[in-house]
């Protein structure tokens, strides 16, 4: 059946290209404004990530460009509409009618973010996270053969199409380099933590009633793009935490992968409106964990590049890798020493989570100079001017059209 399911959802997709060729060819002939540029995240089902918060940038600081959002989420434009956004579905006539319009086109994982058919000259992709893991051509999983059709079709991925990638630091550069190009990448910083470092915690994201609650984020990554449900097991341990958590004031936030999404809500249904572990959905947060991020004071993750933003703050973090073995042997390896870059206990079993747990809730210096240390290494900057210096190089390349 999963078999079946994939064929005809390949089949539809190469349908709908055939269908959006000839909108595909009009849409050379709409005149292109570099005034208007169009921003996306996620497939367009979030408005989230390093698009999000430059879109909140040009809004606020270039009058002069005409920010539009796309999202595939007729109730998600809506609600970015109701925020005072431009905002429209992706494929509908407005949508692809400013997609032609637009000079350029700002994403964080792919064309899919905005509308995957018409897609403006030049093209942004501030990425979604710092390369830990192996992605694009370093990951094997990646490599697939496309057939004749989809190496002929206008619309397939292509990383060599992007103008322009920022990146934080130059050791993320070099890993992005291998599969983008050398001359697209450039060390801007991302603009997602600009919201770290300025301490904005006034966008979406789950705030506990009183701020004097202690805060405890375990956003771990995806396993196989979601099709590995792993985390019913794991959410429960956590839940065994619920004696400490009372102890100590604090609140225990779980948000799982985007692509857990689904796996999320089920989780959600089982835990009670009292507990102090909480499931957060895209629906709260819309994808972005950022303001959230901001107001945690520790972080549990696995092998997610959020640890690496969260480094700015200096605040603890724990690394529960009790699958590391499996995860770089059958599903993808690391760009980096995963023991070397992780500033903080790496912990095989539950008992040394909550160990940890307990300690970094009363004195958080253990590994701070190991934080610090790695935090250097992979943010170049740190002035909370990562919007601007990445809206400039946008400005930079439309110049030199």
């Known amino acids: 059946m999963a078999k ?19 909108l595909w060819l009009m849409a050379k002939l709409v005149p292109k404004s570099d005034r208007v540029w169009v921003f996306g995240a996620w497939a367009g089902d979030n408005f989230s990530d390093n698009p999000k918060w430059l879109l909140n940038y040009v809004r606020r600081e270039l009058p002069r460009i005409r920010p539009i959002w796309l999202t595939r989420q007729r109730k998600l434009a809506k609600l970015i509409n109701d925020m005072g956004i431009e905002c429209y579905y992706a494929y509908s006539f407005k949508g692809y009618y400013w997609s032609a319009k637009a000079k ?24 979604h996270g710092t390369p830990i893991k192996k992605v694009l051509e370093d990951f094997s999983g990646s490599k697939l053969a496309k057939t004749s059709l989809q190496r002929l079709s206008p619309f397939s991925e292509d990383p060599h199409r992007y103008a322009l990638v920022t990146t934080g630091s130059e050791p993320e550069a070099e890993v992005m380099k ?9 060390v801007t910083g991302h603009p997602r933590n600009d919201a770290l470092i300025n301490n904005d915690i006034k966008a ?22 979601g099709r590995d449900k792993i985390f019913t097991e794991l959410v429960f341990q956590f ?28 989780l959600s249904s089982q835990v009670t409106a009292d507990s102090r572990v909480k499931i957060l959905l895209d629906e709260q947060t819309h ?17 997610s590049s959020v640890y690496v933003d969260f480094l700015l703050t200096e605040k603890p973090i724990i690394f529960y890798c009790f699958d590391l073995t499996d995860y770089t042997q059958r599903e993808r390896g690391f760009n980096f020493n995963y023991l070397e870059v992780t500033p903080g206990p790496k912990c095989f079993s539950f008992d040394e989570v909550s160990y940890w747990v307990s300690t970094f809730l009363q004195d958080e210096t253990p590994y ?30 439309l110049e030199a059209l």
């Not at 839940?239 to 809500?265: G, N, P, V, W």
């Not at 100079?369 to 930079?396: A, P, Y």
Request: glycine share 4%; net charge positive.
């Open 4 to 22: 079946l399911t994939k064929c005809l959802s390949w089949v539809w997709r190469r349908f709908l290209d055939l269908l959006n060729i000839p």
């Open 104 to 127: 350029v086109g700002i994403v964080c994982v792919g064309l899919s973010d905005i509308n995957r058919y018409i897609t403006p000259p030049i093209l942004v992709n501030t990425w």
């Open 178 to 186: 291998r599969s983008f190009g050398e001359k697209a990448v450039a």
């Open 204 to 225: 979406s994201g789950f705030i506990t009633q009183q701020e004097s609650h202690k805060k405890i984020l375990y956003p771990p990554t995806h396993r196989m793009e």
């Open 239 to 266: 839940m065994s935490l619920q004696t400490l958590l009372d102890d100590m004031d604090a609140f225990l936030l779980i948000k799982l992968h985007y692509y857990h999404r689904d796996e999320a809500r089920e």
């Open 287 to 303: 994808g972005d964990v950022y303001p959230l991020l901001a107001q945690t004071d520790i972080l549990i993750t696995d092998y």
């Open 368 to 397: 701070l100079e190991d934080r610090r240390r790695l935090k250097n290494t992979f943010h170049k900057w740190q002035d909370g001017q990562n919007s601007r210096r990445v809206t400039s190089k946008i400005l930079e390349t």
